[in-house]
């Protein structure tokens, strides 16, 4: 479980919308949680730790990054003071 801070911001402030200066706070207490980036094609789901890459080769290409957001999931679960869903693979982008 994580909570507080950055987090707390997220969740009460953003409604689970993640900013860019957040996430080195937030790869630092949960670098395996699940998120979701919402391109302009598409979307997808990958680890805490792999956004900022992941945003990097999104933008390096011809589309770009709406948003970074947690999944609904872990946002009721952190919400509720449950531990958050941890993301089981690595994605390759």
């Known amino acids: 479980m994580i ?9 009460n402030e953003r409604h689970g919308f993640i900013c860019d200066v957040d996430l080195p706070e937030l790869v630092k207490a949960a670098p395996d949680m699940m998120v ?13 730790d792999q956004v900022a ?5 999104i933008e390096k290409g011809t589309d770009y990054v709406r948003d970074v957001s947690l999944t609904a999931d872990n946002f009721e679960r952190i919400s509720a003071n449950i531990p958050y869903i941890v993301a089981s693979g690595v994605v390759a982008h």
């Open 36 to 48: 979701l980036i919402r391109c302009g094609c598409s979307r997808y789901t990958c680890r805490m």
């Open 3 to 11: 909570g507080g801070g950055t987090m707390a911001a997220v969740i």
């Open 53 to 57: 890459d992941q945003v990097a080769a």
